[in-house]
C-alpha cells in the first residue's frame, strides 16, 4: 500500500486547507485511515481518522468542529478539509493506514502504512 499526501501549503489564520491523500493497493480494498501531524522535535499527534467505510470518522479535541475527514473510494482518496485554521495547526501532516492491525486508531503505532507528509505553514 502506497500514500502520497497533497496540498499542504502557506495560508493564513482564518484561511481553509484541503489535504488529499491518494492510496493504492489491492484493486477494490479499503481500509480505515488516519491523518496524524507533527511538529519538529514533537510526537507525532492523531489529527483525525475514518473508518473503512467512511461511516465513521473521528478527530481530536482539538480540531473538532474545525477538521472534517472524507474519503472518495472510486478515486482511492481521503481529504481532510480544514477550516479556520490557527497558526498552532502548522505542521507536517501524514496520513497512514490500517491494513493489518486493528488497534487503538489515537496511536500511530496502530498503523501499518504512512505517506511521506506534506507541510501546513499558518501565519498569523
Known amino acids: 500500500v502506497q500514500l502520497v499526501e497533497s496540498g499542504g501549503g502557506l495560508v493564513q489564520a482564518g484561511d481553509s486547507l484541503r489535504l488529499s491523500c491518494a492510496h493504492s493497493?489491492?484493486?477494490?480494498?479499503?481500509?480505515?485511515v488516519g491523518w496524524f501531524r507533527q511538529a519538529p522535535g514533537k510526537d507525532r499527534e492523531f489529527v483525525g481518522s475514518?473508518?473503512?467505510?467512511?461511516?465513521?470518522?473521528y478527530y481530536s479535541d482539538s480540531v473538532k468542529g474545525r477538521f472534517t475527514i472524507s474519503r472518495d473510494d472510486a478515486m482511492n482518496t481521503v481529504y481532510l478539509q480544514m477550516n479556520s485554521l490557527k497558526p498552532e495547526d502548522a505542521d507536517v501532516y501524514y496520513c497512514?493506514?490500517?491494513?493489518?492491525?486493528?488497534?487503538?486508531?489515537?496511536?500511530?503505532?496502530?498503523?501499518?502504512?504512512w505517506g511521506q507528509g506534506t507541510q501546513v505553514t499558518v501565519s498569523s
Open positions: 475514518i473508518s473503512w467505510n467512511g461511516g465513521n470518522t
Open positions: 497512514a493506514a490500517q491494513v493489518f492491525k486493528s488497534a487503538d486508531r489515537y496511536l500511530p503505532n496502530s498503523y501499518d502504512y
Open positions: 493497493g489491492r484493486p477494490g480494498s479499503r481500509y480505515p
